[in-house]
């Protein structure tokens, strides 16, 4: 009955359907608020060992999405087991688009550096809008794939997003100061775009998160739009 109710949901947001008393009556009783607005969280991994939570469903064999109003965000992250990814979306009244962001956020996350095993949306909305914007530099996103290995893009990427300083970068990436400032030469040298500066570093970043993005996002995206392709729109209001 709740996945049902939250399939009848999403086909709500998609089609931006106006609901009757009775679906009004059974949110509530699932204790959801339409007034409210809601955060999704897509975590992945070990599903046997995710937590359990009224509102949640699984999107696939390692995926699962998790509904939260304003609170309570927070205080369930720090219940997830370390191994865990997770993407966080921004509170929207529109459940799709909340999961629909969770699942990009999730699409930059990292196993093997704690600061980028969970991605809020917010952190990262600028740049995810010139992406779906559609900007691209085919060029540089191919330098970045065949000349740069992944340990040197995400040391461009929290370079480029984190604002920290070499020291503080070394600290995170746990290697040495002067191997950070190689990675960056590496990046400037195979890319011709030197990302310590800001012009420059721009089309990196956007690059980057294209590589990490352009399959897995689709395909989750695809995946969420199968789990309501039983439902109809009208089934909102006469379940």
């Known amino acids: 009955m709740l996945e049902t109710f939250i399939q009848q949901w999403l086909i709500m947001s998609d089609y931006d ?6 679906f009004v ?14 955060v999704a969280i897509v975590v992945e991994g070990n599903r046997s060992q995710l937590p359990n939570q009224r509102l949640a469903f699984d999107l696939d064999h ?11 965000v927070h205080e369930f992250l720090a219940t997830l087991p370390g191994h865990v990814l997770a993407g966080v979306s921004r509170p ?5 688009k909340s999961i629909k962001e969770a699942v990009f956020a999730l699409a930059l996350t990292s196993p093997v550096i704690d600061e980028m095993k969970t991605v809020f949306y917010e952190d990262i909305a600028d740049l995810a809008q010139v992406v779906e914007a559609g900007v691209a530099y085919p060029q540089v996103e191919q330098f970045l794939k065949d000349r740069v290995d992944e340990e040197v893009q995400v040391t461009l990427w929290l370079y480029g997003t984190l ?19 190689y990675r960056l030469d590496k990046i400037a040298q195979s890319t011709d775009l030197n990302p310590r500066v800001p012009a420059e570093i721009v089309p990196l970043l956007v690059s980057y998160m294209r590589l990490k993005t352009v399959l897995i ?23």
């Not at 359907?17 to 009775?22: A, L």
């Open 17 to 22: 359907y106006t609901v009757d008393d009775r």
């Open 25 to 38: 009556q059974k949110a509530r009783a699932y204790g959801v608020d339409f007034n409210e607005q809601y």
């Open 62 to 72: 390692l995926r699962r999405v998790y509904i939260f109003p304003l609170t309570g």
């Open 92 to 96: 929207h009244f529109d459940l799709s």
């Open 163 to 181: 604002g920290h300083s070499m020291s503080e970068l070394s600290d995170t990436l746990h290697v040495h100061r002067r191997t950070v400032q």
């Open 217 to 239: 996002v689709p395909a989750l995206t695809a995946q969420l739009k199968r789990l309501t392709t039983g439902l109809q729109a009208r089934d909102v209001a006469t379940s």
